[in-house]
């Protein structure tokens, strides 16, 4: 069973960054997709990225694009989020996911992490 690992989370005030990390652990299977996913209190979800595991093709939800920058470490299986530029309205909790196939379904998801973006 893949476990997946957070951290990075954390305050800072606006126009601040934070690197967010993702390591997947457990017993080793296909990944296909990881992803970042946010929820505001009172909001649902929200895309935030993800990233192909083979070619690292990213994608960003329009909210952060051009702000946020997704990675990946493939031999360690982690996961990076690069936050700057962070504002009030990032403040939410962070999880990672991770999807062993193509598709738009994650497998695996991660306990959160909190950011939150002081004025």
């Known amino acids: 069973q893949v476990q997946l690992i957070e951290s990075g989370g954390g305050l800072v005030q606006a126009g601040g960054s934070l690197r967010l990390s993702c390591a997947a652990s457990g017993r080793t299977s296909t990944t296909y997709r990881m992803g970042w996913f946010r929820q505001a209190p009172a909001k649902e979800r929200e895309f935030v990225a993800s990233i192909i595991w083979s070619g690292g093709q990213a994608f960003y939800g329009s909210s952060v694009k051009g702000r946020f920058t997704i990675s990946r470490d493939n031999a360690k299986n982690t996961m990076y989020l690069q936050m700057n530029s962070l504002r009030p309205e990032d403040t939410a909790l962070y999880y990672c996911?991770?999807?062993?196939?193509?598709?738009?379904?994650?497998?695996?998801w991660g306990q959160g992490t909190q950011v939150t973006v002081s004025s």
């Open positions: 996911a991770l999807g062993s196939r193509a598709g738009a379904k994650y497998d695996f």
